[in-house]
């Protein structure tokens, strides 16, 4: 029988990558476009719906984080895919004819047929998440597992950079809702193109077998060459792996997910609507901001190439060691320093952003990495939408109450804090968790299972 160290990549390998790696980039296109409509219909409808506007993007890509993921577990993960790409569907071409109808209509009146469709399409890219991250764990060779998981989700940050460079450039030769228009019919034809290519991936051999469909497990193996999937592992490589209780995992990994997820998002993307920084009420500043932190990401996320030569638990303590030491001289010059020379400088904030979402972008690689690996094939999608369910509540209240009541000190406050929390963490998991670098899927399953 074949095994995973003797598996090079092959062409449906590389179908998936493709594949999960389009609606990845789907995702940041969406989000850029949803963040910055935002913001244009904020001088259209009443001042608090801002924060309850910002706050359901999140909402809604944690409903699907949640629902798909645990439907994924019941239904497969390529059996989740109708449900997911046709809501992001919709979505997407709901908020390109919102955008549109901006134009003929009053804004506040457009502005309501957007947001249900922006809440359908982050529902969708949401819940392609768990599946998306369980079939590429369970499908690909062990020595490409990471390599695999962190570069496909890398195009999230990849397609927020596009859509934030679209933006910038259009911004400087007509209006945002033209741009976002043009970010919107961009991802729908990137989407086209996911579908088709989705159309020839396999379902997870690793979940047929889990589910008692042995038969057709061994028929898809055979078919698309990933036999090595159903046995994944030789004796000697799964002698004396114990992982930590579920508890501690579950732990560990929820204040991992709030801290990188809240930190992320809250520099990335929210922190435009505050109203004393250098960039605050223009949009060409504003979008640069989206531009920078989504380059660093992007650059960063290209870890993925020697992830599997490193520590897992080594690299997480060095990422969120990182994302704190980046994240003080931000709170020092802006949060406590706020009226200084240095505070007004663009290029200074700038530059600092850029280091903070890199090391933010190596904790989300240390979440996809250990997200699935963590738990087994048969709840493995249903535990990564648990664990960022607790992400995402989290989020969605920083997101409302800062954006609603806080200052600009506590906004930078609060994101120092969740560094803390992310740290200690990473140096909870370093001491007392495992490591994971390596282990086959079916090596994997039997220690989560235990």
């Known amino acids: 029988m074949e095994t995973a160290r003797d598996i090079k990549l092959s062409g449906i390998h590389y179908a998936m990558f493709t594949s999960y790696s389009l609606t990845f980039l789907i995702w940041g296109f969406i989000t850029t476009s949803g963040v910055m409509s ?8 009443p001042k608090f719906l801002v924060p309850i506007a910002a706050a359901l993007g999140p909402i809604s890509l944690m409903i699907g984080n949640v629902v798909m993921g645990r439907l994924a577990d019941i239904v497969g993960r390529r059996g989740i895919y109708a449900y997911t790409m046709t809501l992001y569907t919709i979505g997407l071409v709901g908020m390109g004819i919102s955008i549109l109808l901006s134009k003929i209509i009053p804004a ?38 990471g390599a695999m998981l962190v570069l496909i989700t890398n195009f999230d940050n990849i397609g927020a950079a596009i859509a934030a460079a679209i933006l910038l450039i259009a911004l400087m030769n007509s209006t945002q809702l033209s741009a976002t228009w043009t970010m919107i019919s961009s991802a729908i034809i990137v989407l086209i193109v996911a579908i088709i290519i989705r159309l020839i991936t396999p379902e997870s051999v690793r979940w047929l077998l889990v589910r008692g469909r042995i038969g057709e497990a061994e028929r898809v193996a055979n078919e698309y060459g990933l036999s090595y999937a159903l046995t994944g592992s030789q004796p000697q490589d799964i002698q004396g792996i114990r992982f930590p209780p579920l508890w501690f995992r579950t732990l560990v990994l929820t204040l991992l997910g709030i801290s990188q997820l809240a930190t992320y998002g809250l520099m990335a993307y929210y922190i435009i609507y505050l109203p004393s920084l250098p960039f605050s009420n223009n949009e060409v500043l504003a979008t640069q901001v989206l531009l920078w932190a989504n380059v660093g990401a992007s650059v960063a996320g290209l870890i993925g190439l020697v992830i599997d030569r490193l520590s897992r638990k080594t690299f997480t303590l060095i990422s969120f060691l990182g994302g704190l030491l980046t994240m003080i001289p931000i709170f020092v010059i802006y949060g406590l320093m706020s009226h200084s020379a240095l ?15 890199v090391f933010s972008e190596f904790g989300w690689a240390v979440r996809v990495l250990l997200e699935p690996e963590l738990y087994p094939t048969r709840v493995r999608a249903t535990w990564v939408g648990i664990v960022r369910l607790a992400a995402w509540v989290m989020y969605v209240v920083l997101i409302y109450y800062l954006l ?3 200052s600009t000190l506590t ?18 998991w370093f001491i007392f968790g495992v490591e994971t670098r390596g282990l086959p899927v079916h090596a994997l399953d039997q220690a989560a299972s235990k």
Not at 413 to 423: P, R
Request: net charge negative; no cysteine.
């Open 38 to 45: 935002i913001q244009y219909f904020s001088k259209y409808i």
């Open 108 to 145: 506040s009146e457009a502005f309501i047929p957007f947001m249900v469709s922006y809440i359908l399409a982050e529902i969708g890219v949401g819940g392609e998440e768990p599946p998306a991250l369980a079939a590429t764990t369970e499908l690909m060779p062990y020595n490409y597992r």
């Open 343 to 357: 505070a007004s400088s663009l290029v200074i904030f700038y530059v600092l952003l850029f280091l903070n979402m």
């Open 404 to 406: 609603a009541s806080a």
């Open 411 to 428: 906004y930078l406050l609060a994101n120092l804090v969740l560094y803390v929390i992310g740290f200690s963490a990473a140096l909870a």
